[in-house]
């Protein structure tokens, strides 16, 4: 992926070499018990980590779960065009800073994002190639409202707000390269990670055929006829 660029939101220039891997999910379904896994068993990925306007829930940390920002900070971070894409959902503001994000693809190394599907609707028109998306379903809306209310960090209002976002949410699972139902977590988690290895490989194949190809191409010309 060396040498592709794309244009930030805010027109400079974006290196792009890492793999994205966008997961998704409506609230409760997953998603984040998945990303956590996969962070503490790969070392070569990096989470994006949000900013956000919603208050922190007790099992959070600020600064490695997300930046919890005051709103008047969320706007400036957006009107400077620091966000790679940002979306209200649940009633708060999220946004992914780009800077992280630039240097760790700089860097190659892969950059996962827990984000909504505006999120992701906002990087494809940025940067498609270069992106991996799963959707998280749950078996389930009463496996899903039971998880919400297992995790006991959202209040019985907040969890019939997320639940009636839900139904909205899984009608854009078709954007979404591959889905996953959440079934049992650890075979959840193996196909997860199975993709992940899949598109790693595909990606590295493909820039070893593109070499070939050029020294291919270099060698018939070596060969033409004056
Ligand atoms: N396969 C599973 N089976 C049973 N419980 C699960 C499973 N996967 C996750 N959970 C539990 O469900 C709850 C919700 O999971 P999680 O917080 O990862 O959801 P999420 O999709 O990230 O939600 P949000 O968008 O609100 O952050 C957690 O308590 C988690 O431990
Ligand atoms: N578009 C974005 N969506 C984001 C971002 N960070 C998180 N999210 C999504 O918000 C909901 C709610 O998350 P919660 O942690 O408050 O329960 C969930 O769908 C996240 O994926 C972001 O930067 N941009």
Redesign the pocket.
């Known amino acids: 992926m060396t040498g592709l660029r794309a244009e930030t939101a805010a027109g400079l220039p974006l290196q792009r070499r890492g793999l994205m891997l966008i997961v998704s999910?409506?609230?409760?379904?997953?998603?984040?018990?998945?990303t956590r896994l996969l962070l503490a068993e790969d070392r070569d990925i990096d989470l994006s980590i949000s900013v956000t306007t919603r208050p922190k829930r007790p099992s959070e940390v600020n600064h490695v779960h997300y930046h919890f920002i005051a709103a008047s900070e969320f706007e400036r971070m957006r009107d400077q065009r620091e966000l790679l894409e940002s979306a209200k959902v649940h009633g708060n503001f999220y946004g992914t800073p780009i800077g992280p994000v630039e240097k760790a693809l700089a860097a190659g190394r892969d950059v996962l994002f827990?984000i909504d599907w505006q999120g992701t609707v906002q990087i494809y028109e940025r940067m498609r190639p270069d992106i991996v998306s799963v959707f998280?379903l749950p078996p389930s809306a009463a496996e899903l409202k039971a998880?919400?209310e297992?995790?006991a960090e959202n209040t019985a209002e907040d969890i019939g707000h997320?639940l009636q976002n839900a139904r909205v949410e899984i009608g854009h699972w078709s954007k979404y390269d591959y889905v996953l139902v959440?079934?049992?977590?650890d075979s959840?988690f193996v196909r997860l990670k199975a993709i992940l290895d899949a598109e790693r490989q595909k990606r590295a194949e493909k820039a070893r055929v593109a070499e070939l190809i050029e020294r291919l191409k270099a060698d018939l010309d070596a060969m033409a006829v004056p």
């Open positions: 999910s409506p609230s409760g379904a997953g998603k984040t018990t998945l827990d998280v998880r919400l297992r995790r997320r959440n079934n049992d977590l959840t």
